[in-house]
Structure formats: structure tokens, C-alpha cells
């Protein structure tokens, strides 16, 4: 029965990869693909002078029980969460990673909002180049 329920857990949190990963893939045309498996998918954004290394965008990756959501925007730009609602908030963990168990439509479509706001600021910071 156990073996059941650990398999159950896989199916949700693969759904719950998709879903997320659905949110970031618009974004692969002006970023850099880092990672695209079953298990993640990470992004890039362009390299940065004043930092020496190429910047992170954002990462969804399955995690045991969970799978967490990282949208480095919001680290580098924190007024980016000045409006989220209490329940986005409720999934933080850290400061730019939000973990889910199940597909939660409401909460995606307002994540797909700031990951958008997050691209832009990015953009508008010079840390996204051509593409």
C-alpha cells in the first residue's frame, strides 16, 4: 500500500514540474538553458561584468516530497513581492524559492505574473541581453 502512495506522489509532482516549467519556458528564447530533464529544468539569464559569472533566472526542481519553484528576480529585486497575496507568500521558502505540492492554477497564474515582472526587471537591469 505504501508503494502505492510513493508512486501517486512521483505522478503530482511530475504534473507539478509541467505545470511550473510551463511558466519559465517562454522565457528560453532570451535565456540560457542550464538543465531540461524529468526531474528540473534551470535557466540562465546573461553574463554579468560586475558579477563575473553568468546571472541565475529561475529553476523548477522535484524534491522528495515537494517540488520547489526559484525565481532569482525576486532575490535581486525584493519590491517585486511588495504585492503578492498571503497565499503565494505561504509557499516562500528562503527568499526566491516557492514550493508546491499540487497544481494550484490560482497561484501559478500569479506566479506566471511575477516571473514576468521578475524577466523585465532583469531586463531592464542588464542582466538579459539580445536573443
Same mark, same amino acid.
Do not use: W
Given at each position: ?23 519559465? /519556458? ?23 561584468? /560586475? ?43 528562503? /527568499? ?9 492554477? /490560482? ?25
Amino acid at each position: 500500500m505504501s508503494g502505492s502512495k510513493i508512486e501517486k506522489s512521483a505522478a503530482d509532482c511530475a504534473g507539478v514540474l509541467t505545470s511550473l516549467k510551463a511558466i519559465l /519556458k517562454p522565457f528560453e528564447k532570451h535565456l540560457t538553458v542550464v538543465k531540461d530533464s524529468d526531474k528540473g529544468y534551470y535557466l540562465n539569464a546573461a553574463y554579468s561584468e /560586475k558579477f563575473k559569472r553568468d546571472m541565475f533566472f529561475g529553476a523548477v526542481e522535484i524534491k522528495k516530497n515537494y517540488v520547489s519553484y526559484y525565481l532569482f528576480p525576486v532575490y535581486i529585486f525584493p519590491q517585486l513581492l511588495n504585492d503578492i497575496s498571503p497565499e503565494l507568500k505561504k509557499r516562500m521558502q528562503g /527568499k526566491s524559492c516557492f514550493n508546491f505540492t499540487a497544481i494550484d492554477n /490560482k497561484l501559478f497564474s500569479e506566479l506566471q505574473l511575477l516571473t514576468k515582472s521578475g524577466f523585465r526587471m532583469m531586463k531592464d537591469n542588464g542582466f538579459v541581453r539580445g536573443k
